[in-house]
């Protein structure tokens, strides 16, 4: 396999290929422009996971507010077992990579540590080296590091441990801002949180790994995207399978199913007035992320001023023009649609696939300024 920067940036290649793919198939209006390098994450969790099939350890980091994977890197475990700096000089590595395209962020390390090598190794002090990259980076941010629970809770120094589902947390707090007992209270609130919202989504990759061997997605993506130093390994192809469907607003079947029709050489749109009930199924419009709580949708001023989308679907009524967007749906899902704050807006929000659903014919309006 090639070197760990060249299978990134091969992932990114392959990633971006198909959304350019995909995007035109899908009914929701989507950004012209897909560049993920650009995007700003707000709250990342990073997590390693030790593969024994092939000893090896992959490090995540996934925005957990989208649940996209950011960035991913495999090691050999081997080369940790001779020298155990080297795993630590991997993390921060790994960490200063994704600070370098993030701010404001709150940073959960999940399972930090050698457990994954015989014998002990001393991990506190090792860790507390993160924090100073981390503020060095990141000023204003924090970062959570979740480890073994193999020490006994303590708070010294400005560092705070807590003991958490048979783990330790670490984070650095200011002591003279913050009631120790409050503070601890409202951080265990936060764990639980972010626990939660870790198990669907590790739930959620091992489920794609399997949809990588069940629909041989390797074969599939290679002919459609005409990459062929593509990795053949269900650790990287199971990214795309995260990401895309958020993406491109397609469910994972549906997605897979216009890919195979592609590498057929044949046009899903004319597919999509079949009756089959299977293929209806497949091809039909999910917005699951207007059902995620965590993302509150909230107006906020836009580029232009344009006519309002719900007003427009809306027959017999006057059309408003607009300058406002909705802020989550355009900072997470990259949707930008114009809509007046009164009505419209929370109109909207209640059934969105059915006015973001493209038209073939546009109707003439009256626009009320």
């Known amino acids: 396999?090639?070197?760990?920067?060249?299978?990134?940036?091969?992932?990114?290649?392959?990633?971006?290929?198909?959304?350019?793919?995909?995007?035109?198939?899908?009914?929701?209006?989507?950004?012209?422009?897909?560049?993920?390098?650009?995007?700003?994450?707000?709250?990342?969790?990073?997590?390693?996971?030790?593969?024994?099939?092939?000893?090896?350890?992959?490090?995540?980091?996934?925005?957990?507010?989208?649940?996209?994977?950011?960035?991913q890197q495999q090691y050999d475990v081997g080369q940790f077992k001779s020298d155990p700096d080297k795993y630590h000089e991997a993390i921060k590595y790994f960490i200063d990579q994704i600070l370098a395209i993030s701010y404001q962020v709150c940073l959960h390390f999940k399972n930090y540590g050698q457990d994954f090598v015989e014998g002990k190794f001393e991990t506190i002090q090792q860790a507390l080296k993160l924090f100073e990259?981390?503020?060095?980076?990141?000023?204003?941010?924090?970062?959570?590091?979740?480890?073994?629970?193999?020490?006994?809770?303590?708070?010294?120094?400005?560092?705070?441990?807590?003991?958490?589902?048979?783990?330790?947390?670490?984070?650095?707090?200011?002591?003279?801002?913050?009631?120790?007992?409050?503070?601890?209270?409202?951080?265990?609130?936060q764990l639980k949180k972010v626990d939660d919202v870790h198990e669907k989504f590790v739930k959620q990759l091992d489920q794609n790994e399997q949809h990588v061997k069940m629909y041989n997605i390797y074969s599939l993506i290679k002919?459609?995207?005409?990459?062929?130093?593509?990795?053949?390994?269900?650790?990287?192809?199971?990214?795309?399978?995260?990401?895309?469907?958020?993406?491109?607003?397609?469910?994972?079947?549906?997605?897979?199913?216009?890919?195979?029709?592609?590498?057929?050489?044949?046009?899903?749109?004319?597919?999509?007035?079949?009756?089959?009930?299977?293929?209806?199924?497949?091809?039909s419009t999910h917005l699951a992320p207007f059902k995620d709580d965590k993302n509150l949708h909230f107006p906020m001023k836009g580029p232009h001023s344009q006519k309002c989308k719900v007003c427009q679907k809306n027959k017999n009524h006057k059309v408003h023009k607009s300058s406002f967007i909705c802020e989550s749906c355009h900072k997470y899902y990259k949707i930008n649609v114009t809509l007046c704050t009164n009505k419209c807006f929370k109109q909207f929000h209640l059934n969105p696939a059915y006015y973001l659903r493209r038209s073939r014919f546009k109707s003439k309006v009256k626009i009320e300024e």
């Open 223 to 283: 002919d459609v995207t005409q990459i062929h130093d593509i990795p053949n390994s269900i650790y990287y192809l199971a990214r795309l399978l995260v990401n895309l469907p958020k993406n491109t607003c397609q469910e994972t079947d549906k997605m897979i199913f216009n890919l195979q029709l592609i590498q057929q050489n044949q046009q899903p749109k004319k597919y999509t007035k079949l009756k089959n009930k299977t293929i209806q199924q497949v091809i």
């Open 133 to 189: 990259l981390f503020e060095l980076r990141c000023t204003g941010s924090k970062i959570f590091i979740w480890m073994k629970n193999t020490e006994k809770e303590t708070s010294q120094n400005g560092y705070l441990t807590i003991s958490y589902s048979n783990q330790l947390v670490i984070l650095k707090y200011e002591q003279e801002n913050q009631e120790l007992e409050e503070y601890r209270k409202f951080t265990l609130n």
């Open 1 to 71: 396999m090639s070197s760990s920067a060249d299978v990134a940036y091969i992932m990114d290649r392959v990633e971006s290929e198909l959304y350019l793919k995909l995007a035109g198939l899908s009914q929701i209006q989507l950004s012209n422009k897909y560049e993920p390098q650009e995007i700003r994450y707000v709250s990342i969790i990073v997590f390693q996971r030790f593969i024994t099939e092939i000893n090896s350890i992959f490090l995540y980091a996934y925005d957990s507010n989208s649940s996209t994977i950011i960035k």
